[in-house]
Nanobody, 123 residues
């Protein structure tokens, strides 16, 4: 059983930055891939970014490529999402999730989910 807790959300101005953290407990760092998803009311949850167990492979949605960066510190069991050049359309609840399999893009490939953290970007 893996427990995930997101932090670092909040209010930012357009063009600003935030760094989200996803702290895991109950598992071994490096034994699962981690993804970030986001959801706005009335819309489906969408893939944002993911990182493989070792951190060698990273993936990004086209909408955030070049602005967001995912990284992990397996010694601390924590994954980070650095969000730069934020836009109002980045406003959403951001969720991190852990996957023991190799697939990291689909929601159904993830085994554990955090509760989410709100990110609000003002124009």
């Amino acid at each position: 059983q893996v427990q995930l807790v997101e932090s670092g959300g909040g209010l930012a101005q357009a063009g600003g930055s935030l760094r989200l953290s996803c702290a895991a407990s109950g598992g071994t760092g490096g034994s699962y891939g981690v993804g970030w998803f986001r959801q706005v009311p009335g819309k489906e949850r969408e893939f944002v970014s993911a990182i493989s167990q070792s951190g060698v492979r990273t993936y990004y949605a086209d909408s955030v490529k070049g602005r967001f960066a995912i990284s992990r510190d397996n010694a601390k069991n924590t994954v980070y999402l650095q969000m730069n050049s934020l836009k109002p359309e980045d406003t959403a609840v951001y969720y991190c999730a852990a996957a023991y399999g190799l697939g990291l893009h689909g929601q159904n490939e993830y085994d554990y989910w955090g509760q989410g953290t709100q990110v609000t970007v003002s124009s």
